[in-house]
Nanobody
Framework: QLQLVESGGESVQPGGSLRLTCTAP????????LGWFRQAPGKEREGVAI????????TYEDSVRGRFTISRDNAKNMMYLQMNDLGPEDTGLYYC????????????????????RGPGTRVTVSA
């Protein structure tokens, strides 16, 4: 069974940057569309970014577009989320998701359930 593991979350000051990493020990990620979601304290979970199997197509939630970049390296079995110009509104638990079907990427961002998700890595942005 596919298991996802995130890393890279930490506390940073506003305006700072972080890179999150997702990997799948013992599994092959290139079989899946992949994504990042986040959940802030007291708020609903929201999609952040999705990337296609080959990495050629991406989609972003409006509030992160231009600041965050999702990417993947299938040879290394890794997915990344580069986050720049972080603000307090970006605080939350970030977790990666995998999808083994073939829907449009926007469908994953706004509702389709993932095949699996990781436990998450926490990002805190504060002065």
């Amino acid at each position: 069974q596919l298991q996802l593991v995130e890393s890279g979350g930490e506390s940073v000051q506003p305006g700072g940057s972080l890179r999150l990493t997702c990997t799948a020990p013992g599994a092959t990620l290139d079989e899946f569309n992949l994504g990042w979601f986040r959940q802030a304290p007291g708020k609903e979970r929201e999609g952040v970014a999705i990337i296609s199997r080959d990495g050629q197509e991406t989609t972003y939630e409006d509030s992160v577009r231009g600041r965050f970049t999702i990417s993947r390296d299938n040879a290394k079995n890794m997915m990344y989320l580069q986050m720049n110009d972080l603000g307090p509104e970006d605080t939350g638990l970030y977790y990666c998701t995998a999808y083994n079907d073939w829907a449009p990427l926007s469908a994953y961002l706004y509702g389709l359930s993932p095949t699996t998700r990781g436990p998450g890595t926490r990002v805190t942005v504060s002065a």
